[in-house]
C-alpha cells in the first residue's frame, strides 16, 4: 500500500518586540559611537529593549499566543514546545521552553531549549519538521526569543550597537501537499571563538574575576562573522533548494537572517534577487539572533509580501558557527 505524503506546513506565525525604542541617538549617549555610522555601516537605526524584570520567556509567551492564534489553535492542542535562544532565563535549567510551558498552561506538553544561536529558529524548524513527517505529533510550537540587551557589554561599541530584544514562533502542523519542501543545516565549530560568550559555563564558571573582566557578556570578531556571513547565506539557501532541484531562480520571496543590511545585500545579489523580494525590518529591530528570522516572516505574512504557492526562503547564519535554510511552498 502506498503510503500518504506527511509533511509539515507553517500554519500559524507571531512575533512579539517590548515596547521601549533605543535609536542610535540614544546609542550616542551611552557609548562612543556615531548614529550615522551605524546606520551605514549596520543599516539599524532602532532596536527594542525590554525592561530590567522582562525575561525571555515572556517575549516567547507573547509571540507563541499570536502563533496559536494565527493558527486557530488552543493551548490544549499543541504536542511538543521548541525554544531556540542564546538568552535563557536560566543558565541552562530549567529549560525556557518549560517556563514558556508553564505560563502557556499547556500542562505535560514536552518542551525543550534548542541552541544554534542565530540558525536557532531555523534549526528548530528543521528538527519539528522531522516531528511531523515521521507522524510523532501534529501541533509544534517553535519560537525564537532573545533578551540579549542582558548580555552585551554597553562599553564596546563593537557590539552593543548591533542587537536587540524580540520573539518570534510559528505553529506547525502536517499537510499532504506543500509546506516545508527542504532543510538544510551546516556547522563549524572549529571557529567557533569569534563569537561568544566566554564565562559562566563549565569552561570558566562565575567568579569575582569573571565579574570584574565583564568576561560573562558577548564578545565578536565582527570582521570574520562578516565575511563568513557574505559567503554562506547564499550557499546556505542554495544548498536546500538543490535538495528539491530547485534553484534561486524559483525563489518568491527570502526571510534572510537580520544581522547587516550589506550582509543581506551581499545575499540578494549571490541569488540574483531584487530588493523588493526580500524582507528586512533590521532598521527597526537590529539583530534579534535567534528571533530575527520570525519576527521578519510574521511582519512579510501580515504585511502580504508572501503569496499562496510562493517558494519562500528562510535562511540564517549565527555563532557556533552555525548556517541553515529552509524552503517553504506558502500555503
Ligand atoms: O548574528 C550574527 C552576529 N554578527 C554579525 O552579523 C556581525 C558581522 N559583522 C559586522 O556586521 C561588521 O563587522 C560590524 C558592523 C560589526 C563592524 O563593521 P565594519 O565595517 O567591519 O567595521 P570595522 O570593525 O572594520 O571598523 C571600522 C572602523 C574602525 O575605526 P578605524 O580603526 O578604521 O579608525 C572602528 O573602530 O569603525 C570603527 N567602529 C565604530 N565607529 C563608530 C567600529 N564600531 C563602531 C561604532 N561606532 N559602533
Redesign the pocket.
Known sequence: MEQELRRAKIAGVGSFAPENVMTNNDLEEIVD??AE??IS??GIKERRIVEEEVVTSDLACQAAKAALESADLEVKDLDLILVATSTPDYLGLPSTACILQDKLGAEGVPAFDLAAA?TGFIYGVSVATQYIETGAYDNILVVGAETLSKILNWDD??TC??FGDGAGAVVLQPTQSAGILSNSLGADGSKGEV?RVPAGGSKRPFSQGVLEEGAHYLE?D??P??KF?VRILGKAAKEALDQVGLSSEDIDYLIP?Q??IR?IDAARKRLDLTEEQIYVNLDRYG?T?AASVPLALDEAVREGKIKEGDTVVLVG???GLTWGATVIEWS
Open positions: 559611537t556615531d555610522w551605524i555601516r549596520t542565530c561599541r563593537g550597537i548591533l563569537l565578536m565582527g570582521n562573522v562578516f556571513a537572517h544581522a547587516n550582509i539583530n539572533s547564519f549565527g555563532a
